[in-house]
DNA sequence: ATCCCGAGGG
DNA sequence: CCCTCTGGAT
């Protein structure tokens, strides 16, 4: 009752989608338009750049992992000089990305998992990615459709959050709701539909309070409140 | 205060 | 499912 219909008309001649996957082919192809170009903003020059970058992306800010990467691909320009590294002189590189204890313990998991089991070489698989010291799904997920031109959709906190808002899904867990959302998106566009959604989510569609106002999905999307 | 493209562990 | 890990920007 509180909530019945404050829902903006759909464009002319446009019928209202009443399907998950209507709504998934309208919110793709309006945020294509709303954001065109979207590019992976972490500096990289290598499959084995970006996972490093990735890992170290965690509640921290591209522009702020863009300061200390040069630093650290300088000194540890591959996986076999990563995985020799001091701890110490490691966490002091990438004190600023917060989480400099773990990150760092990450980083040296991951570049001795690359060198024992991998052949120095970053896996292209997902089975084989989630398999590396802090390298989870998104993490997976982003390296395998930016570096590697491998189909992957990252599921992080914005993808979740507008996906549920969006009723694109149900799901809770961003697992499914990355299998849910595969068939919805072409393969070559998951990457781009990932990174739209989170810069829509960071823009417009807050968590706490959305600018249904100012959203160009919202003439469809069930959860708007104007 | 709240946010920044999470992952691992209990 | 919850908790922890952490610094910087606004």
Avoid at 87 to 109: D, N, Q
Wanted: proline fraction near 8%; glycine fraction near 6%.
């Amino acid at each position: 009752m509180a909530t019945a219909e404050a829902r903006p008309d759909p464009p002319a001649g446009v019928r209202r989608p009443r399907s998950a996957r209507g709504r998934a082919r309208w919110t793709n192809q309006l945020l294509a338009e709303e954001y065109p170009g979207v590019v992976c903003e972490l500096d990289h020059s290598n499959a084995f750049e970006l996972l490093a970058a990735t890992i170290l992306s965690a509640q921290c800010t591209d522009a702020r992992v863009n300061m200390v990467t040069p630093t650290l691909f300088r000194r540890y320009p591959t996986p076999a000089d990563l995985a020799g590294a001091d701890p110490e002189e490691l966490e002091e590189i990438i004190h600023s990305t917060g989480f400099f204890r773990s990150k760092a313990r990450s980083l040296i998991g991951m570049a001795n998992a690359l060198e024992d089991r991998f052949g120095g070489e970053v896996p292209s698989a997902m089975k084989d990615l989630v398999e590396i010291p802090g390298v989870g799904r998104k993490t997976a997920n982003v390296v395998r459709c930016v570096a590697l031109g491998l189909p992957g959709l990252p599921v992080d906190t914005h993808v979740l959050r507008l996906s549920r808002l969006l009723e694109l899904t149900t799901e809770t867990d961003p697992v499914k709701v990355e299998l849910e959302l595969n068939p919805m998106v072409p393969a070559d566009e998951r990457g781009e539909f990932s990174m739209r959604m989170i810069l829509h989510g960071r823009r417009v569609c807050f968590a706490r309070r959305p600018q249904c106002a100012e959203c160009v999905l919202a003439w469809f999307c069930p959860s708007v409140s104007l």
